[in-house]
């Protein structure tokens, strides 16, 4: 049974910095593909970042593109996502998933609130 835990979470000015790591346990999910993803109040849950499974290739989306970075370690098995020069429509709870390489995130986790004051 594979496990994911988000952390890094908080309140933060608008310009501020915040760091998120997902932590995996239970699985080799350094054989994965990691995503993070967002959902803002009111919103779809979206894809901001993804990350093959040896650093081949990533990815982030527009809104975020030059500010944020997703990273992995996988001999500690965790996932990070730097976020830098953070807006308040950047607000939103923050998800890492794993894909197996079935095209589909199976394993999620709990979501770690981000709240950027203007």
């Known amino acids: 049974q594979g496990r994911l835990i988000e952390s890094g979470g908080g309140v933060v000015q608008a310009g501020g910095s915040l760091r998120l790591s997902c932590a995996a346990s239970?699985?080799?999910?350094?054989?994965?593909?990691m995503g993070w993803f967002r959902q803002a109040p009111g919103k779809e849950r979206e894809l901001i970042a993804r990350?093959?499974?040896?650093?081949?290739?990533?990815y982030v989306t527009d809104s975020v593109k030059g500010r944020f970075t997703i990273s992995r370690d996988n001999a500690k098995n965790i996932v990070y996502l730097q976020m830098n020069s953070l807006r308040p429509e950047d607000t939103a709870v923050y998800y890492c998933?794993?894909?197996?390489?079935?095209?589909?995130?199976?394993?999620w986790g709990q979501g770690t609130q981000v709240t950027v004051s203007s």
């Open positions: 998933a794993a894909d197996p390489g079935l095209g589909q995130y199976q394993y």
């Open positions: 239970g699985r080799t999910f350094s054989r994965y593909t």
């Open positions: 990350i093959s499974l040896s650093d081949i290739s990533r």
